[in-house]
């Protein structure tokens, strides 16, 4: 058996003196990506983004500027859609998630004026739009695509929005029609084909497949992943200053995963075989090895063909 590391999207060869050298400066463990946090960062992110808005609708108020800003939210769409061909996301799908979080805005905006004018409320602005609330607003919304483009595996499964119906609707405390709202768009995303090296440097996100069973290459200790194909990654994601997330995959569902996007490459361990060489590309071998038969002292003449051990 021919066992190596291997590159899924694109021919990533490390070497063993990279490896070396990390492990001389060796970080805490990394560990798997958790998809259920994943999710609970696109609602938190939602929320954070309609707190601003009082705000928001105190500075238009105090300026005399209308709720709604069309110019805007055409610029961020269509920025949005950009950002979509880029990261290999449906444009239209990825568009209809922020033209969500915009009529929320417009929504909220107008009833906190609403409020006001009803009351007749002193209306306080405790930051200017212009210098604190639109630059937040943007950090959200780059930060919103990339949590997207991360949980497009777990938005596409098929129990999506039963499972995680309850748990958003605690979590963000919205109405049962803006969390059905909500989970309407996020299940919406999907990928299309872009090249896959661009597509990683847009992201800045190289994400790893590993079974993480499989001594001394990777392996799952208590949440925990160690190995020489984790130590290797590690200092490819580095060199290449990307952010590095494992995906948890099988040995059994490796190569239907990697077809189904779950990650951009794979590691662990893996041998090369005609089915897997037919869809992926493989890097330069640093390591090949076989299986060794062991048995108790006194048996060895008992199991020393292959026949026998069979």
């Not at 995680?164 to 059905?180: A, K, N």
Request: net charge negative.
């Amino acid at each position: 058996m021919s066992c190596l590391r291997f590159c899924l999207a694109q021919c990533v060869v490390l070497t063993l003196g990279v490896w070396l050298l990390l492990v001389a400066n060796a970080q805490a463990a990394p560990a798997f990506a958790d998809a259920v946090a994943d999710i609970d960062r696109i609602v938190d992110l939602t929320l954070e983004r309609r707190a601003l808005m009082r705000d928001v609708a105190a500075w238009k108020w105090l300026h005399d500027r209308p709720v709604t800003d069309l110019e805007r939210e055409r610029e961020l769409l269509e920025r949005m859609r950009v950002q979509a061909r880029v990261l290999g996301l449906e444009p239209e799908a990825l568009a209809a998630f922020f033209e969500l979080q915009m009529r929320w805005a417009r929504e909220l905006q107008a009833q906190a004026q609403s409020d006001w004018r009803r009351t007749g409320a002193d209306v306080i602005a405790p930051r200017d739009l212009n210098d604190e609330l639109r630059p937040a607003l943007d950090r959200i919304g780059v930060e919103l695509l990339q949590a997207l483009y991360l949980s497009v595996p777990e938005l596409q499964s098929p129990a999506f929005r039963s499972r995680y119906e309850s748990r958003v609707g605690q979590r963000s405390g919205l109405s049962h029609e803006d969390v059905d709202a909500l989970l309407g768009v996020m299940a919406r995303q999907s990928r299309v084909a872009v090249p896959a090296l661009g597509r990683i440097r847009a992201s800045s996100v190289l994400r790893v497949g590993l079974p993480g069973d499989y001594a001394p290459f990777a392996v799952d200790r208590a949440g925990e992943l160690f190995g020489a194909d984790v130590e290797l990654v590690n200092a490819f994601a580095a060199q290449e200053q990307l952010q590095l997330r494992f995906v948890r995959t099988s040995w059994a569902t490796l190569i239907q995963d990697f077809q189904a996007g779950y990650f951009d490459m794979a590691a662990g361990g893996i041998s090369i075989t005609p089915e897997r060489a037919a869809v992926a590309g493989f890097s330069v071998p640093y390591h090949s090895g076989g299986k060794t038969p062991i048995v108790r002292c006194g048996d060895e003449l008992r199991f020393d063909t292959l026949d026998e051990i069979n």
